[in-house]
């Protein structure tokens, strides 16, 4: 019997020793985390060895790659981000999840460089967050093949009609000059109200300045409220054969939004005291959903009529603008509605280029949608 027993040990203990690594319970303490990147050097690549629970904040102050090898960092906490970034050095984050209910990743560093490859970054009021002293300067931030995502997302909705109203923010920018932002390769930002926040402090004419900024989005998709809530001037938008949605549960009137919104009045109330946002458009489909009675549109541009649009393509590299909604009688309009006194005309012929030759308007169940709008005021 004694020999019966050993002989069953034994074979339980080699079985436990051939059981694959992801039947494993693996994890890592926060303590065991911060000690390896404190003790790297710059330019090495640190090992998170298994699933994280943080109760405060990572900060990583050197040029480091952080190789989450497909485990989860989880903050116990609700009142700060999971990763921070205090260096102008190149810190890459790679195979790694992040899960909060606060945001996942601050750049603090004003020069910061950072890039996410096949990551997913889960956070409820903010994905990624600009944090720095001052403006944004020459930073730049690459999310290749990565995933920001809005945890607050109930468990029986899906992220093609469900987005958050709460002023969440998945890419919360700040003061920005001279820096590029770059979303490509499959990535997604979901369930935002403001998949980009573009806002910042104002100058002595009341303009957001962001001294030629550039976001880039390429072969990605963004749903959310709006994909971009532009409060600034001088930036340029690339958006490359990617899937923008706007999203409106919402039945309060007053919530009418737009897949893109470029707001009022942030050009110094057309004085000249400020470059115009441009957007830079090339196949790809931008369109609208609701559930609610708050109306979701298209593309609203600022009351002025100062933005820029152009698009790019082939002959069959084309944008499709689909109306998802029926609230879309025009692709481009303004949020004063039947009190608009835009220039429409003269906004088309001088602003927006390409738009017959590289559009394509599908209006909704199958009715006329123009450019801009007609019989106004």
């Not at 996942?104 to 490859?117: E, M, N, R």
Request: charged content about 20%; hydrophobic content about 40%; glycine content about 8%.
């Amino acid at each position: 019997m004694k020999k019966k027993m050993l002989l069953l040990a034994m074979a339980a203990l080699l079985t436990a020793a051939f059981v694959p690594a992801a039947f494993a319970a693996d994890t890592m303490t926060q303590a065991e985390l911060e000690t390896a990147i404190n003790q790297a050097d710059p330019g090495d690549t640190v090992e998170v060895t298994g699933d994280v629970t943080l109760n405060s904040p990572i900060s990583i102050d050197k040029a480091l790659t952080l190789d989450g090898n497909g485990y989860t960092l989880t903050a116990t906490y609700t009142d700060d981000a999971v990763l921070k970034t205090t260096t102008a050095a190149l810190v890459t984050i790679q195979n790694l999840t992040i899960d909060s209910t606060q945001a996942a990743f601050d750049l603090v560093h004003a020069q910061a460089h950072v890039i996410f490859k096949d990551s997913t970054l889960m956070a409820q009021a903010r994905g990624i967050r600009y944090m720095q002293s001052g403006d944004s300067t020459s930073s730049e931030l690459i999310l290749d093949n990565t995933k920001v995502l809005n945890n607050g997302k109930p468990a029986d909705a899906s992220y093609d009609t469900w987005t958050d109203h709460n002023q969440t923010r998945g890419i919360s920018l700040w003061g920005m000059n001279d820096a590029t932002i770059t979303v490509k390769n499959g990535s997604e930002i979901l369930g935002y109200s403001y998949a980009f926040n573009m806002v910042g402090d104002t100058n002595s004419d009341g303009v957001r300045d962001y001294h030629d900024s550039t976001i880039n989005v390429i072969d990605s998709t963004i749903k959310g409220w709006t994909a971009f809530n532009v409060w600034c001037a001088n930036s340029t938008i690339n958006i490359t054969n990617s899937y923008l949605k706007g999203i409106n549960n919402s039945n309060g009137l007053s919530d009418g939004f737009a897949t893109i919104v470029v707001n009022d009045d942030i050009y110094g109330n057309g004085w000249g005291r400020a470059a115009a946002n441009k957007f830079n458009i090339k196949g790809g489909t931008i369109t609208s959903y609701r559930s609610g009675l708050a109306t979701e549109q298209l593309f609203r541009i600022d009351n002025e009529g100062v933005t820029k649009v152009n698009f790019t393509g082939s002959s069959r590299v084309k944008t499709k603008f689909i109306d998802g909604t029926g609230d879309s009688a025009s692709v481009f309009y303004s949020g004063y509605g039947a009190l608009d006194d835009t220039d429409w005309e003269t906004f088309l012929a001088d602003n927006v280029t390409d738009e017959e030759k590289y559009g394509i308007l599908n209006g909704y169940n199958g009715a006329e949608m123009s450019w801009i709008p007609v019989n106004i005021g």
